[in-house]
């Protein structure tokens, strides 16, 4: 497809277990965020990958949250022990670096997490 | 730290105009604006960068103070499809790459 991909679109889980959250950014797109929306709120960045450099993880909440980037394209985003204040929608966004670096990220349809 | 964006809602009539405000405390590289209406992704507006340089499309405009480490995004004769969340997004010199997103403007526009 053309756009940035999330699976799955909705997860419920349970307190306590593990979630994997999946986004396929658009194909030569080397820049990808993860964004955390709660209900009603803005967009909380959570950690950003370029290319191959080291993952800016400055916004990731806990040391439950994890994510990586394989191949430069895939990512997952892993949250272990869910509690239930993080349930939320997960933002996957990718953007490309082209002259100035400056350019539009383009997000896709989130996924939305509920932990009973 | 987040920028502050005013107002928080807004509700005007198809064919009015809106402004929606967004301002940091911190010296700003680029402001970034992008819409997300109920359920969907947000969606690209506009980028304005330091220097004056301005990167969008659609019938909007936005303007950027670095002085006052303000930008504003002028919406003109409102249509019913403009209805939506409209969050700005800022960017330092020294994170020039990384977006701190304000917690959004809901914008209603009626028949």
């Known amino acids: 497809g053309a756009g940035v991909s999330q699976s799955p679109s909705n997860k419920v889980t349970e307190k306590g277990k593990d979630v994997e959250l999946r986004c396929d950014p658009i194909?030569?797109?080397?820049?990808l965020y993860w964004y955390r929306q709660s209900l009603g709120q803005g967009l909380e960045f959570l950690i950003y990958?370029?290319?191959?450099?080291?993952?800016?993880k400055s916004g990731l909440p806990s040391d439950r949250f994890s994510a990586e980037r394989t191949g430069g394209s895939v990512s997952t985003l892993t949250i272990q022990r869910t509690q239930q204040e993080d349930s939320a929608v997960y933002l996957c966004a990718s953007r490309s670096i082209s002259s100035g670096g400056y350019n539009e990220q383009f997000f896709g349809p989130g996924t939305r997490l509920t932990v009973l | 730290q987040q920028p502050v964006q005013s107002p928080q809602a807004v509700i005007l009539r198809e064919g009015e105009d809106a402004v929606i405000n967004c301002s940091s405390s911190?010296?700003?590289?680029?402001v970034h604006w992008y819409r997300q209406k109920h359920g969907e992704a947000p969606v690209f507006l506009m980028i304005l960068l330091k220097g004056g340089e301005q990167k969008g499309h659609e019938k909007i405009s936005a303007s950027f103070n670095e002085k006052k480490q303000q930008s504003s995004l002028y919406l003109t004769a409102s249509q019913l499809s403009y209805s939506g969340t409209y969050f700005c997004g800022t960017a330092g010199p020294g994170s020039a790459r990384q977006l701190t997103f304000g917690s959004g403007t809901q914008l209603t526009v009626l028949p």
């Open positions: 911190k010296a700003l590289y680029s």
């Open positions: 990958f370029q290319g191959n450099s080291a993952p800016d």
């Open positions: 194909s030569g797109h080397t820049a």
